[in-house]
């Protein structure tokens, strides 16, 4: 499956990636425990695991942990933060593994770049029968006026890029061999200066760090401006970026 164009902006923002992007709440930890029922002696495979923001959550779980991410400069990100685990070049339609090597695939912020039936079909080839697809993303809550202004922002330049918020990854549903075992919501935020997490949280979107220099420029100026007038971010203090966490589980059948 060839890379989404719009993915390009992951190759020189892999860094901005690392900084702007947030991480995950508790309830995250104990979904893997409890729903793709990963522990120690166990062994996940997270397909499009990009610069690794997930496997801090994942070791939580004292798993055994293979990433795989088609993108270099995400991956070199990755090895350099987790040199002790597996990290392989590969796509989600031809995933370097043999039939039934892992008891959970796990996709973190990343389904929607590859939510095709082919992609699905190979993650279930690698699982154990009764092994689990999790799929997690962190959400605006653009119930926040502030955070909906921010998106009016970045929308504008997001074209054909698959997203979480379209719903479109649901059409690689239902699939054959898997079945639905449910899905959690809980609430998370990326608590920072208004810099790290709304700055450089936008200036990692794929689009925009994509974009051509000047229009990178006018996105950044008017995202400072919108800090600028916003109480709550201006100021350099410290800001809470509101999101809503979504896990969607699938075991092999």
Known sequence: MPI???SKGYHGGAAAYVAGRPGYPPEAGTWLSEVLRLGPGRKALEVGAGTGKFIPTLRQTGCGIIALEPIAEMREQLVHAFPDVTALAGSADAIPLPDASVDAVVCAQA?????????????????????VLGLIWNGRDEDVPWVAALSDITNRYEGD????RTGAWRHAFPAPGLAFIGERHVRN?????????VLKRTLSVSFVAGLPADERA?????VRALIARTPELAGGKQVA????TSMHAYRRI
Request: hydrophobic share 35%; charged share 25%.
């Open 218 to 222: 006018e996105v950044e100026r008017e």
């Open 161 to 164: 890029t698959p997203r979480y």
């Open 189 to 197: 935020s990326h608590v920072g200066t208004a810099e790290d997490v």
């Open 4 to 6: 989404h164009h719009r």
């Open 241 to 244: 970026f509101p999101y809503m």
């Open 111 to 131: 389904f929607h770049w590859f939510a095709t039936r082919q992609a699905v079909a190979e993650m279930r080839r690698v699982l154990v029968p009764g092994g």
